[in-house]
Each structure stands twice: as C-alpha cells, then as structure tokens.
C-alpha cells in the first residue's frame, strides 16, 4: 500500500475500526489524502501564478462499501459525529463542514459518474483540523479516490483534484484555486512540486537542504478560513486586473501582468487591488528563486525568501494574525533557524520555519515560553516528512 509507513497505516486502523464499530463488518474500500504543506507561493493559485508545494506524512482515511438501500450513512471519528440520509443525500441547513465535505465529495462524484446506490462510511486522519495543512483537500481526495477505485473508474488525477475543488465552489461556497487538491493527489516522496497555475504544468523538484529541516509550528489559532474575507481578496485580485485590462488592451490575464500594470491601478485609485497584485508578482517570482536556492543549497537566500514571503502575506495581502508574526519572530532569534513564514489561507493555523538538523526535535519546546507569555493557546511543533499522493485500496471482495 502507498507509502507504507507506519503513520498511514496507523489512520488507516483507525478508520477501518470505527467503520468496523459503526457497521458491525469489515469496509470494501480505503481511501486516502495527504495533507500538505506549501513551502512558498501563497494565494497564488487562483491567481493563475506559481507554487511550490508537497504532502506531508499526515492524512485522513475513508474506509468504505456500498450499500444497496441508496441510504448514505457517515461517520466521522475525529468529530465524534454522524449523519444518516435517505436518497437523494439532502443535508440540513447548517450542516457541519465535515458533513458537506463529505456529501459534496459523493454528490460531485455522482454528477459525473451516476451512482445505482448509497454507500457507508467512516473518516478518521491525523491532519491537525484548521491548521492551514489542508485537512479539507485530504478529506475530498481519500474520499474521491475511494470512489475511483471502489467504481472501478477511469477518472485521470487531475479530475479528482477539479473534483474536489467543485465540492468547495459548491458546497462550502469557497472560491478556492486548485493548489491543495493537486499537492494531495500528484505529490512524490520526498519531493516538491513546481506547480503553474496558468497551465497546470508541474514538476518536481529536490526538498532537502543538507543538514536542515522543515518544521511546521502550530500557532493552536483555529479560526476557519473566514469565507469572506477569502472572497474579498479573489475580488481585490479580480478588480485589479480588470483595471489592468482596461488600461492594457493586449492583457489577456493574472499570468501577464507585471509591475508597469500595477502603477496603472494605482494611478486609478485602486490602492488595496494593487498591493494584492503586488504580492501575488512577487510571490510568483519567490518561487522560482526558492527552486534555485535549494537546488543550490543555499540556506541563507531559502530562509531570507521565507521571510519575505511573510512580510509581503501580512502587508500586502493581510492575511496573517498577531500570533503568526510573533512565531516567526520567536524563530528568527534563534541562529538555529534560517527563515519562518505563515503558511496557508491565514487568519490563523501554522508557521513553516527552516531550522538545524539538530534542533528541529526542539524548536517547539523552545518558543513555547516566550510564546505563552503573549498568547493562551497551545503550542505543537513538528518536523515533516514529504509523502507520496493521495490514493486507495479494496480490503474485501
């Protein structure tokens, strides 16, 4: 099975014995979806810009079978929750995001591949819930290649990935790009992914800096991803080149503007537009310098690109939280660690920091003081590992 390691196995167990508990039999199916965690290029993707990021040894599991009534009954062991529906899978208004998750997940599968009947199951996963590791897309591709495999289907990857972005336009009302779906479903271990967004195109790319690693540093904020304000930078971003292509006729889209483009908005008066815009070109161009920096290993400009990342998501793009600053300036006093930013949607979640080998068991522990005394929350850290993609097996005949 994918991976094998002990990790995926263990949510695997997981699953498997909450569907054994709920259901009295042993699944069909299992399917599963990496988190992930982007080591740079943030609101890029709906912006038709660049990416580079990879899945990380956590995942979430769907252990599966059909059931005959058309009935779909769901359980989810880390809400401790579960919801039983006759045909037809209509949820009630206010709903759990899990819940539409999971029925948006089926309802986005059956539009393009009908369904002659229901089905039962359990999700269990070890992603940390609102972290901004994208616990959303593990959830959608376990459930969307459990359905692959359980049909018996032909869907190439990339539709699973445009499949689970559907279920987030249509079932949570996010207008989210394609970055988390395509990190879960096409990543390689122990690689990272170049990902353009105007083609789609991506390769792959080394991870390691010799003799550091990335750790990821949990703020323990869980503030969703709030709907609007994620709507009003895609319309900020929208706005500015809409402006962009009134004053430059032969601007097709987001993937050819450049600076010139952006005194224009701001010369129309279009100042918050323009600073989203501002980020997105600059982030783009942090990508392609963060390939090179670690192809070439060169720790000191991989770290100075993380800080700036930081700088330019919570000036220009506005998406950080005062609790994100002080851990990255916490790591940045530590020679320890050669860069830090926010990673995500924002608003909240985790820290990515490159730091020492020798250190990244430790760098947790060592911010936690400094860090309670300014904030309450809980403080987790963690050194990651880059897995393979998301994918599924059949358990029984």
């Known amino acids: 099975m994918a991976e094998g390691s002990d990790a995926l196995q263990g949510c695997i ?78 949820l009630a208004a206010g709903a759990p995001s899990w819940q539409r998750f999971a029925v948006g997940c089926v309802a986005e599968w059956a539009a393009l591949h009908p369904m002659a009947r229901g089905l039962q199951a359990a999700v269990a996963g070890n992603v940390p819930l609102g972290a901004g590791l994208s616990s959303s897309a593990a959830v959608e591709m376990a459930w969307l290649n459990a359905l692959r495999a359980a049909s018996g289907c032909e869907a190439s990857d990339l539709e699973l990935a445009k499949l689970g972005q559907r279920v987030e336009h249509h079932h949570l009302g996010l207008a989210s790009g394609l970055l988390d779906q395509l990190a879960s479903q096409l990543s390689r271990p122990g ?105 070439g290993g060169d720790v000191r400009e991989a770290g100075r690109l993380l800080l700036s990342s930081h700088a330019s998501l919570r000036d220009l793009y506005q998406v950080s939280c005062p609790e994100l600053d002080i851990l990255v300036q916490l790591c940045m006093g530590r020679d320890v660690c050669a860069g830090a930013r926010m990673v995500g949607g924002g608003f909240g979640g985790c820290v990515l920091a490159l730091v020492r080998d020798s250190f990244a068991s430790k760098l947790g522990d060592s911010l936690a003081p400094e860090y309670a005394s300014s904030y309450p929350h809980p403080l987790r850290s963690w050194r990651i590992r880059l897995v393979g993609g998301a994918g599924a097996s059949q358990m029984s005949a």
């Open 13 to 90: 167990q997981r699953a498997v014995v909450a569907y054994r508990d709920r259901f009295g039999a042993e699944p069909g199916w299992v399917g599963w979806g990496p988190g992930r965690v982007n080591i740079i290029g943030e609101h890029t993707d709906y912006n038709r810009g660049l990416a580079m990021p990879a899945a990380i040894d956590r995942w979430v599991v769907v252990a599966m079978s059909w059931r005959d009534d058309g009935r779909l009954v769901l359980r989810s062991e880390d809400y401790d929750d579960q919801v039983d529906l006759a045909p037809g899978w209509s």
């Open 191 to 295: 690689r990272l992914m170049v990902l353009d967004f105007a083609t789609l195109a991506h390769r792959y790319t080394p991870a390691q800096l010799p003799g550091w690693s990335w750790v990821v540093v949990d703020s323990g904020v869980r503030r969703e991803l709030s709907v609007s304000a994620y709507r009003d930078r895609v319309a900020e971003c929208a706005a500015g080149l809409e402006a962009a292509r009134r004053l430059d006729a032969q601007l097709e889209g987001f993937e050819g503007l450049r600076s010139e483009h952006l005194d224009g908005i701001r010369d129309l008066g279009l100042v918050v537009p323009a600073q989203r815009l501002e980020h997105v070109l600059a982030e783009n161009q942090r990508v392609l310098a963060m390939e090179r920096a670690i192809c």
